[in-house]
């Protein structure tokens, strides 16, 4: 092994190294956004909007616009990633970390240089460090590329780190509880990007890392030029590539169910988008998401309602709370061990390696909604010492649901569109997330303060998605009879994406109107 060889390997293993810190230290601080609240509050943010009767804890108008800012970045979090998924595909590594490292850093300026009487400024500043967070996340999750046998397990790794890094926000409150400032914190968090961006020049890819992974592939700045691979560059190689040993093999590749001739022609955008995975996979994941952030935004004034507006309990359980999150990467490699379970053993006849991967990804689905499940239902029972099971099954739930998401569209879908699909998804899962905002008016409204009904309807509902997107994952997990591989990577075709399992779910969406719905109705009526 020659000296150039072992500085690549080397490099791998920085790459990696380096990029968990940097999700774990930054990347998805946005949701450690409760421990942010109790600082604002102590330092009066939003503070005019309450009457002078009022203490700073039961202020509801306050607590409504805290909660906006967290539903505006949180969907600007999502929806940009459409337009940064094509810019990723389109330009690359290099291209898309600047952007992000740059509204990451204007972000981190503007809460330093924010006050009381400049409150509106959270909304640009927490918007701007979301979506440079999740710009982060999205070059570093390539990175699972340099190690084939574990990528998922390293994609749900990063996302991990990044479910963990939340946990910044509460060392910046105990910080201030100190005696260090809100400004001083902040602007330490800004001059960190210079380290972001040393780590672009030196330990990234210019373009993109490809998959499989070429010979030889190396980037960075050692060993001469580095690799200007791209994905598509990559994907167009491998097709030539299996085209010529099919001519040379002299044998035609055709499928005994339909009698027709199988090229391993790369799948278009819009068909992937087209197909139920991809729209049973959006509605699974928009309702979940949807779920925990209605909890992270409202998890302040529950906390002071559960508490009755006891400060010392509420920063007890906000500090049990973030420190929870730091466990996110501790949980999210056990999704992908789950997913990576069947790496190296051998595969049924006729079985491409894709569809071993949906294979495999079938209890990853199921143990995502159970979780989210039990996370639900102890979330709506308003016993103050259960929200420390609620906090770890929360945690746990999160981990596993975007870990397993961007592992899954690894999976199902043409590393071509990785980017433009994830982007799509977490953006069109961002629109959904917009119904926080007016769950919230409807808790602190009509509801009284009391979650349970909202948080009953969204348990109903993300369970309804999770058993529609888990039929459709096991409707096609099975691969047909006499089917013959192309290739170990070949891509599945726009009717191999469509389950024949329409009937299940119509039987399954009846049961959900049928009951569900009108019992909800019900019990909201009472109540109001």
Request: net charge positive; hydrophobic share 40%.
């Amino acid at each position: 092994m020659t000296s150039c060889e072992v500085g690549t390997k080397r490099r791998y293993w920085l790459t990696l190294v380096s990029g968990m810190l940097e999700c774990l230290c930054f990347a998805g601080v946005v949701f450690g956004y409760a421990s942010l609240v109790f600082v604002l509050k102590d330092e009066g943010y939003f503070s005019e909007l309450c009457h002078s009767n009022t203490t700073n804890t039961e202020c509801s108008s306050q607590d409504e616009q805290f909660s906006l800012v967290f539903t505006i970045a949180s969907f600007l979090n999502n929806f940009l990633n459409l337009i940064v998924g094509f810019l990723f595909d389109r330009f690359g590594t290099l291209v898309t970390r600047l952007l992000g490292i740059s509204l990451y850093t204007t972000g981190t300026l503007l809460v330093a240089f924010s006050s009381a009487a400049f409150s509106q400024m959270l909304f640009p500043a927490l918007s701007c460090i979301a979506v440079g967070g999740i710009l982060l996340l999205l070059t570093n999750m390539q990175v699972g590329n340099l190690f084939a046998a574990q990528r998922s397990t390293i994609i749900t790794l990063y996302n991990g780190a990044f479910d963990s890094s939340s946990a910044v926000f509460l060392i910046i409150k105990v910080l201030h509880e100190q005696g260090v400032s809100l400004r001083s914190s902040f602007l330490a968090v800004s001059l960190c990007s210079t380290v972001h961006v040393a780590r672009t020049f030196l330990l990234m890819p210019r373009t993109h890392i490809p998959y499989p992974l070429p010979q030889s592939y190396t980037y960075g700045v050692n060993c001469g030029k580095d690799d200007t691979y791209n994905v598509e560059q990559v994907e167009r190689m491998r097709e030539t590539s299996s085209s010529q040993d099919q001519d040379f093999s002299g044998k035609n590749q055709t499928t005994r169910d339909g009698g027709r001739e199988e090229t391993g022609k790369e799948l278009s955008f819009w068909s992937c988008v087209r197909s139920w995975f991809f729209l049973w996979h959006l509605l699974w994941l928009s309702l979940m998401q949807l779920r925990h952030y209605l909890f992270i935004g409202t998890l302040n004034s529950t906390l002071n309602r559960l508490a009755d507006s006891d400060p010392t309990l509420v920063s007890r359980y906000t500090n049990a709370f973030a420190v929870t999150q730091m466990c996110g990467v501790l949980c999210a490699p056990w999704n992908g061990l789950i997913l990576d379970r069947h790496k190296g053993k051998p595969r049924a006849d006729g079985e491409m390696e894709q569809e071993a991967d949906l294979r495999a990804s079938f209890l990853s689905l199921l143990l995502t909604s159970v979780q989210c499940l039990l996370f639900s239902v102890c979330a709506s029972i308003p016993v103050l010492p259960l929200q420390y099971l609620t906090f770890i099954l929360q945690v746990l739930n999160r981990s596993f649901l975007y870990g397993g998401n961007a592992a899954f569209i690894s999976i199902a879908f043409p590393a071509a569109h990785f980017g433009k699909l994830y982007g799509l998804v977490m953006s069109l899962s961002a629109v959904v997330s917009l119904l926080q905002y007016p769950c919230f008016a409807l808790v602190k409204g009509p509801l009284h303060g009391d979650p349970f009904y909202t948080s009953r309807s969204l348990s109903s509902l993300s369970w309804s998605s999770s058993i529609l997107f888990t039929s459709t994952s096991t409707a096609r997990e099975k691969p047909k009879a006499g089917r013959t591989t192309l290739g170990p990577t070949s891509p599945l075709t726009p009717d191999q994406l469509k389950p024949n399992c329409s009937e299940g779910i119509v039987s399954r969406v009846s049961i959900i109107f049928k009951f569900h719905v009108p019992a909800f109705c019900f019990k909201l009526k009472n109540k109001l």
